[in-house]
């Protein structure tokens, strides 16, 4: 199943969930970026609490003709299926890599890639008292 497909179909599961629980984190992980996405990426609740809403998510629709586009959707809470970033163990199980690309005035910009596939998300966050996803661009093919 293509990356796309399974975005989609995990949006859509993501739609029937229920709310996040209640106590989930309000307290920023870490000023510095480095820091908050260790700790984002392995937890679910930092990551509900540090999105922020609408989620936009872009993606490639690939039964466009005459080549695959961009189309981009927003998400409220209440569709997004977490977690949104998979954590360390099921990034090494899958050989997929984080690179953070250079931060600028507040924003920063996280790609999780995989070696020799067209496969690249990157993670659009952006820095008010404490970092929020603000975008998710999936790029694979």
Not at 7 to 25: D, E, H, M
Not at 53 to 81: C, G, M, N, W
Not at 83 to 94: D, T
Request: a negative charge.
């Amino acid at each position: 199943m293509s990356r796309l497909r399974y975005l989609v179909v995990s949006f859509a599961i993501g739609a029937c969930a229920s709310p996040p629980a209640l106590g989930t984190p309000s307290e920023c992980p870490s000023q510095d970026f480095s820091e908050f996405i260790e700790a984002f990426a392995e937890s679910t609740e930092i990551q509900r609490a540090f999105t922020s809403y609408p989620l936009e998510i872009q993606q490639l629709d690939l039964k466009a003709e005459p080549e695959p586009r961009p189309f981009t959707r927003s998400l409220e809470r209440h569709q997004v299926e977490f977690p949104v970033l998979p954590g360390q163990s099921e990034r090494k199980a899958k050989s997929l890599e984080l690179r953070v690309n250079p931060l600028a005035s507040g924003h920063a910009e996280l790609v999780l890639w995989k070696r020799d596939t067209d496969y690249q998300v990157s993670y659009f966050f952006r820095k008010n008292a404490c970092w929020e996803l603000e975008r998710i661009e999936d790029g694979a093919l």
